[in-house]
């Protein structure tokens, strides 16, 4: 009876097990299904290296004029500019030395804004295997997406650097005849005294306004002048007035003094988001000038949505170009 019975329930288990294994699958799976982010460990930093790949092999127009600097944590960067003390007298025998005051001009503030995007795969692509395929393909449309962004962001600091609308700390716009200086100075100008296109003669005048240029107390300050901002409407006039032994567009046997001196030995920046056809601009060597200020740097991210089963991905980062010293362009609207 015992080996009857031991008999049976060995023939019962063993009818049962393949029922107990499926229903024990079965609720694994309902308890934590296969989802799509059970993929990110793979998937993730392959669209890392797309977007890298493509984010920094471009060629960044920016970085010609503006200068990344890192912000301070908190949600706008203002900086203060200064002005010093004028020019020492000459002090007569006898007499003690005259005190001067210095002060704060104006404050310029960078409030940042946060730039990003983003897209999502869905479970359908992962099962039918093409979520590396098509998530690398929009891993590089993201980073254009992104580079573009920060080119146009600072492109528009000269788009808008005539109008009255965006100005600086110091309440006029980036190239102007009246910013103002500090006690006695009056007014300061970084703009071409009459509007002109771009040629030999026009450029000249500005390097002559460049080399004039002082301070916020009036003392003469040597400005270096860099290398002309031309969008590429003018790219091949800059060409020709940096580059030419002789004077261009002239029969007269004359030097090229902007070669011969030396000047403007930096390579023109063409920038392609310039609106503009007929304004240009001379980038100089003044401190606090143009600048993309960094609060966040770029990061990549990749997370899982339960209700949907979709994996999605999103880049982002935070910063604002502007400009603290107003020295840092003369330019014309031109003609």
């Given at each position: 009876?015992?080996?009857?019975?031991?008999?049976?329930?060995s023939v019962i288990r063993f009818l049962l097990a393949p029922l107990a294994a499926y229903a024990e699958r079965y609720l694994l799976c309902w308890a934590n299904p296969m989802m799509s982010t059970d993929f990110r460990s793979i998937v993730a930093p392959i669209l890392n290296d797309a977007f890298d790949g493509r984010y920094e092999k471009r060629k960044d127009e920016w970085k010609m004029t503006h200068e990344q600097r890192q912000g301070i944590p908190r949600s706008y960067?203002?900086?203060?500019?200064?002005?010093?003390?004028?020019?020492?007298?000459?002090?007569?025998?006898?007499?003690?030395?005259?005190y001067d005051t210095g002060g704060e001009l104006y404050q310029a503030r960078y409030n940042y804004k946060v730039v990003g995007t983003a897209y999502a795969m869905t479970r359908i692509l992962v099962e039918d295997g093409d979520h590396i395929r098509i998530g690398t393909m929009f891993a590089g449309e993201a980073a254009d997406a992104m580079a573009e962004t920060k080119e146009t962001k600072?492109?528009?600091?000269?788009?808008?650097?005539?109008?009255?609308?965006?100005?600086?700390?110091?309440?006029?716009?980036?190239?102007?005849?009246?910013?103002?200086?500090?006690?006695?100075?009056?007014?300061?100008?970084?703009?071409?005294?009459?509007?002109?296109?771009?040629?030999?003669?026009?450029?000249?005048?500005?390097?002559?306004?460049?080399?004039?240029?002082?301070?916020d107390r009036g003392k003469r300050i040597r400005l270096t002048p860099l290398k002309f901002v031309v969008s590429?409407?003018?790219?091949f006039q800059a060409e020709t007035i940096v580059k030419s032994v002789l004077r261009p567009d002239t029969a007269n046997n004359a030097i090229n003094a902007i070669k011969s001196m030396g000047l403007l030995q930096e390579e023109t920046a063409v920038i392609s988001r310039l609106t503009s056809t007929t304004a240009w601009w001379i980038k100089t060597d003044a401190p606090r000038g143009l600048t993309l200020m960094m609060?966040?740097?770029?990061?990549?991210?990749?997370?899982?949505?339960?209700?949907?089963?979709?994996?999605?991905?999103?880049?982002?980062?935070?910063?604002?170009?502007?400009?603290?010293?107003?020295?840092?362009?003369?330019?014309?609207?031109?003609?």
């Amino acid at each position: 009876m015992g080996t009857t019975k031991r008999l049976l329930t060995s023939v019962i288990r063993f009818l049962l097990a393949p029922l107990a294994a499926y229903a024990e699958r079965y609720l694994l799976c309902w308890a934590n299904p296969m989802m799509s982010t059970d993929f990110r460990s793979i998937v993730a930093p392959i669209l890392n290296d797309a977007f890298d790949g493509r984010y920094e092999k471009r060629k960044d127009e920016w970085k010609m004029t503006h200068e990344q600097r890192q912000g301070i944590p908190r949600s706008y960067h203002e900086e203060p500019v200064l002005f010093g003390l004028g020019a020492a007298p000459e002090i007569p025998d006898g007499e003690p030395v005259p005190y001067d005051t210095g002060g704060e001009l104006y404050q310029a503030r960078y409030n940042y804004k946060v730039v990003g995007t983003a897209y999502a795969m869905t479970r359908i692509l992962v099962e039918d295997g093409d979520h590396i395929r098509i998530g690398t393909m929009f891993a590089g449309e993201a980073a254009d997406a992104m580079a573009e962004t920060k080119e146009t962001k600072c492109a528009n600091n000269l788009n808008r650097s005539f109008n009255a609308l965006f100005p600086g700390g110091d309440g006029v716009s980036l190239v102007n005849t009246a910013h103002p200086l500090g006690p006695g100075a009056g007014f300061g100008s970084n703009q071409l005294a009459v509007a002109a296109a771009l040629s030999q003669t026009s450029a000249e005048q500005l390097l002559i306004q460049v080399r004039n240029a002082f301070d916020d107390r009036g003392k003469r300050i040597r400005l270096t002048p860099l290398k002309f901002v031309v969008s590429p409407s003018n790219m091949f006039q800059a060409e020709t007035i940096v580059k030419s032994v002789l004077r261009p567009d002239t029969a007269n046997n004359a030097i090229n003094a902007i070669k011969s001196m030396g000047l403007l030995q930096e390579e023109t920046a063409v920038i392609s988001r310039l609106t503009s056809t007929t304004a240009w601009w001379i980038k100089t060597d003044a401190p606090r000038g143009l600048t993309l200020m960094m609060r966040r740097a770029l990061s990549k991210e990749m997370q899982g949505d339960f209700e949907t089963d979709s994996t999605r991905w999103r880049c982002s980062e935070r910063y604002e170009p502007f400009w603290t010293v107003w020295r840092t362009v003369f330019g014309t609207a031109g003609v």
